[in-house]
Antibody, heavy 120, light 109 residues
Framework: QVQLVQSGAEVKKPGASVKVSCKAS????????ISWVRQAPGQGLEWMGW????????NYAQKLQGRVTMTTDTSTSTAYMELRSLRSDDTAVYYC?????????????WGQGTMVTVSS | SSELTQDPAVSVALGQTVRITCQGD??????ASWYQQKPGQAPVLVIY???NRPSGIPDRFSGSSSGNTASLTITGAQAEDEADYYC????????????FGGGTKLTVL
């Protein structure tokens, strides 16, 4: 079945970096985009950015420009999100979501989420 | 503007109809998508496009749009529909950027 499986929880110190993976299965990876979305504890959803698994094109949320990098490895059907210079307000659950080209920009399949805790 | 506005909380009596709204300038150009999120779970897509439901989503969920406002309607709300609901759409920049509404907590009484 179509699924996105994310890497496990991380605990990082302020100023460090984190890299979260999102492994796709059950579909042709390069035919879709991947968006990353985060959710701070008790808060709403925040869009972080998008990457085309076809050609690697990216768009990032303005507030994260310069700190976030999204990449894909088509040989393993895996997307990655790296966030640098971590701060306490980066503590959140991070989700990857599939973005089909023909679904009016909806996010149709989501990963299970990865908890990232930033604490000294 | 690149913001989507939702009411923070809405309640509905069991079996009644409820409408959850989402307002924003980007909705004049792009469809809203709607997501249901239950505590401790990832969001689930419930409505996309003009009024489309992914496989497995009950037909009591429907969507509509007028001007800068998109709506999610649940006709005959069930106890299991109690959840947070989020809208999202592309933003007005023309790039592949998205924005989420702040979410609506639905309580089924």
């Amino acid at each position: 079945q179509v699924q996105l499986v994310q890497s496990g929880a991380e605990v990082k110190k302020p100023g460090a970096s984190v890299k979260v993976s999102c492994k796709a299965s059950g579909y042709t990876f390069t035919s879709y985009g991947i968006s990353w979305v985060r959710q701070a504890p008790g808060q709403g959803l925040e869009w972080m950015g998008w990457i085309s698994a076809y050609n690697g094109n990216t768009n990032y949320a303005q507030k994260l420009q310069g700190r976030v990098t999204m990449t894909t490895d088509t040989s393993t059907s895996t997307a990655y999100m790296e966030l640098r210079s971590l701060r306490s307000d980066d503590t959140a659950v991070y989700y990857c979501a599939r973005v089909p080209a023909n679904l009016h920009d909806a996010f149709d399949i989501w990963g299970q989420g990865t908890m990232v805790t930033v604490s000294s | 503007s690149s913001e989507l506005t939702q009411d923070p909380a809405v309640s509905v009596a069991l079996g009644q109809t409820v409408r959850i709204t989402c307002q924003g300038d980007s909705l004049r150009s792009y469809y809203a998508s709607w997501y249901q999120q239950k505590p401790g779970q990832a969001p689930v897509l419930v409505i996309y496009g003009k009024n489309n439901r992914p496989s497995g989503i009950p037909d009591r969920f429907s969507g509509s749009s007028s001007g800068n406002t998109a709506s999610l309607t649940i006709t005959g709300a069930q106890a299991e529909d109690e959840a947070d609901y989020y809208c999202n759409s592309r933003d007005s920049s023309g790039n592949r950027n998205w924005v989420f509404g702040g979410g609506t907590k639905l309580t089924v009484l």
